[in-house]
């Protein structure tokens, strides 16, 4: 199995590194094209993987063809390689608002393309990523795409009209968590902690509590009132959270982030 990459940024990078990682392929097995030199440089000496500027040569040699270029540059992008795109061929796409019907619009046939969305905990190998392939893929090649993204993380696959929702909900999110664990090392600074103890302290809890909400299987609010004592320190917290509208503004935030994915 030979991928290879149009686009080498940070989830190509952190796609390559998971696979390596995993021992699923090696760096001869893995093409990557990207107009910016810096960025040819920097997968081939973190990888070791052959790159090039042509896009055309990545698909004449990969059996799976990852479209990792940002969505604007997408149409411009297929319009370089639909000739020699062939049926075998596994194209996926990682991008929001870029929907089965568009792509095969853009390629002008029928071809076999999965569509995901993976999140940048991926860099770390905790990335969630959703997966919606079309009617064109089989069962076999769905797994070995599965395969392939199961190192960097979890995946599900979903049906396609959910994927703004996961945009929201875990394509973006990291960067609310991140705006979230910032506020915490904050307050704790505040409170006269060192800085950089108070984020380890705050990024442990974040770890911590999306930990057990995955290994204990229980509601998050019945883990969240297992912390409240009554006349509690963390009941008055999530009182206070609550008049300022912290859940209405979670819930508004991601709203008007899958509205701009469908926008894409």
Not at 102 to 124: D, Y
Not at 179 to 201: K, S
Request: charged letters at 20%; proline letters at 4%.
């Amino acid at each position: 199995m030979k991928l290879g990459f149009i686009g080498t940024g940070n989830m190509a990078g952190a796609i390559m590194g998971g696979i390596m990682k995993k021992g699923i392929i090696t760096p001869q097995e893995i093409i990557g094209a990207d107009v910016s030199a810096s960025g040819r440089d920097k997968v081939r000496e973190t990888y070791g993987i052959f790159v090039t500027e042509d896009n055309v040569e990545v698909v004449r040699r990969a059996d799976i063809v990852f479209l990792s270029v940002k969505p604007q540059f997408y149409q411009a992008v297929i319009e370089q390689i639909k000739g020699v795109v062939k049926e075998s061929q596994l194209i996926v796409t990682i991008a929001p608002g870029k929907t089965l019907d568009w792509l095969k619009e853009q390629f002008g046939r029928e071809l076999k393309i999965v569509r995901t969305m993976p999140n940048t905990p991926a860099m770390v190998g905790e990335g969630m990523t959703a997966v919606c392939p079309n009617e064109n893929v089989t069962g076999e090649e769905l797994s070995r795409v599965l395969d392939v993204l199961n190192a960097i993380g979890k995946t599900e696959v979903v049906a396609e009209h959910f994927m703004d929702a996961v945009v929201s909900v875990s394509g973006s999110s990291p960067a609310y968590v991140f705006l979230m664990i910032e506020a915490m090392a904050d307050a704790a600074v505040a409170e006269g902690m060192p800085r950089a103890q108070a984020y380890t302290f705050a990024a442990q809890a974040v770890y911590g509590s999306a930990k057990m909400v995955l290994e204990t299987g229980k509601h998050p609010g019945e883990l969240k009132d297992m912390v409240c004592s009554p006349a509690g320190t963390t009941i008055e917290a999530v009182r206070v959270l609550e008049e300022k509208g912290f859940r209405s503004a979670m819930i508004e935030a991601m709203k008007a982030c899958a509205k701009v994915s469908k926008s894409l």
